[in-house]
């Protein structure tokens, strides 16, 4: 099992560029999230999935979609960078409808200049 | 208006000595919480949680005690080893219904 992989690793971007950020897990869970981490700031939600076809806001949802294609697939989308969105990116996923014990990606480390 | 507060930015203790890692939270709601540990450049992983029904939870090196009237857990890690040197986040949720709230981490320096 691979749990929950991330592409791409490294992504460096110019203002106003778009672009999706892919996250897929393998472990059969039924909910999966995006969070970025920056400095001082810990993990901040994004966006999440409680189950397949649907999508709910979390707490910095501005700038960004997701798309929810499958059971196994989650993905981010950029539509227009800004430098703001400087951060690492984690995807994670969580076994029940809205879990407790989360399994987080390698990251995704997105640059925006 | 930050429900998961982690007042330590930083850590460092001897190895072999005890590591206490603090968080507090304001929401009364939350009723199961949870400790990650994060390395450079990976993923956090969960380390240990505990349910609002108990007071202590243990897992070999890490245990984790809430105190629910003062809204403050704690996480020890005995003996602390050059290996737990990493980021500590806090989570907690209530309901099962709804996201985790992290806090902002709390950094473990291990010194041999």
């Known amino acids: 099992n691979a749990g929950v992989t991330q592409t791409p690793k490294f992504q460096v971007l110019k203002t106003g560029q778009s672009m999706t950020l ?23 939600l994004i966006y999440y999935s409680a189950s397949e076809g649907t ?4 707490e910095v949802p501005n700038g960004y979609n997701v798309s ?7 993905s981010l989308r950029l539509e227009s960078a800004a430098p703001s969105q400087t951060s690492v990116y984690f995807c994670a996923s969580s076994e029940a409808r809205i879990s407790y014990e989360q399994y987080f990606g390698p990251g995704t480390r997105l640059t925006v200049t | 208006d930050q429900q998961v507060k982690q007042n330590s930015p930083s850590l460092s203790v001897q190895e072999g000595r005890i590591s206490i890692l ?7 709601m939350f009723d199961y919480f949870l ?16 349910s609002s029904i108990k007071d202590k939870n243990e897992d070999g090196r890490f245990t984790v005690f809430l105190n ?45």
Not at chain 1, 22 to 44: E, F, I, T, V
Not at chain 2, 73 to 94: E, K, M, R
């Open chain 1, 22 to 44: 892919q996250c897929a897990q393998d472990m059969n869970h039924n909910s999966m999230y995006w969070y970025r981490q920056d400095p001082g700031m810990g993990l901040r």
């Open chain 1, 55 to 58: 999508t709910d806001k979390g």
């Open chain 1, 68 to 74: 929810r294609l499958n059971k196994r697939e989650f």
């Open chain 2, 22 to 28: 603090n968080c507090d939270y304001t929401n009364s």
């Open chain 2, 35 to 50: 400790w990650y540990k994060k390395y450079p450049a990976e993923g956090p992983t969960f380390l240990i949680s505990i």
């Open chain 2, 68 to 112: 629910k009237s003062a809204k403050h857990l704690s996480l020890h890690i005995v003996p602390s080893q050059p290996g737990d040197s990493a980021v500590y986040f806090c989570a907690a949720s209530y309901s099962g219904n709804t996201p985790l709230v992290f806090g902002k981490g709390t950094r473990l320096s291990v010194i041999a």
